[in-house]
């Protein structure tokens, strides 16, 4: 059985059609890219699974569970976490605040800390900075900030939304290493990225969508390979 499976999904905003009867699966420990242009309904999917947007049809299960019509925050407290794009770290909060906002669902203290202490080993920079405010982190600390309070809630599967945007070539690099050590540590991973060529050499497989369907899929590195892969999504 899929840890997560979308089946059928159609999504509209008021009369405009933005997923077109998408079906797709996550098995457990996979990394999975959707890739896409801007405007092909990556986002709008995410924010469906994670029920922030509700379908008009279709279904979502998380672990033989139907969450199709379950809460945001419930969603959160059953194991599934969302990096939002353009990070969306709270702004006004220090570091070590937001942190313990991605553990809101958790009520051990000892634990919570013991994640906390982790988080800082993946991410040293988060506690070298731990009491200055978020606003004030540069894009890529921010990133790394909003991947770890996600983490923070122990999550079976981490959704990232456009990680590497806006971040220099360095932190691309490094954002990736990140996402492939979670990945390593047991937590299964859906990436929807538009940098195609760095999600597709991380990902096990991946979905391709133009304007919210699914165009084409398979392995990764299959796709990495494909010639009108390369010409629309690589320039290549």
Known sequence: MAMLEVKDLEVYYGVIQAIKGVSF??????VIA????????KTTILHT?????????????FEGTDITKVPAHKIVSM???????????????SVYENLKMGAYT?????????SLK????????LEERKNQMAGTLSGG??????????????????????????????????????IESVSKSGTTVL???QNAKKALSIADRAYVLETGNIVMEGKAKDLLEDDSIKKAYLGE
């Open 191 to 193: 990436l929807v990225e």
């Open 34 to 41: 959707l890739i896409g242009a801007n405007g092909a309904g």
């Open 106 to 114: 958790r009520k051990d203290k000892a634990e919570i800390e013991e």
């Open 118 to 125: 982790q988080i800082y080993e993946r991410f040293p920079r």
């Open 141 to 178: 600390e921010q990133q790394m900030l909003a991947m770890g309070r996600a983490l923070m809630s122990r999550p079976q599967i981490i959704l990232m939304d456009e990680p590497s945007m806006g971040l220099s070539p360095i932190l691309v690099n490094e954002i990736f290493n990140i």
């Open 79 to 93: 194991g599934m976490a969302h990096v939002p794009e353009g990070r969306r770290v709270f702004a006004d909060l």
């Open 49 to 61: 699974i994670t029920g922030l947007l509700s379908p008009k049809k279709g279904s979502v299960m």
């Open 25 to 30: 699966q996550v098995n457990k420990g996979e």
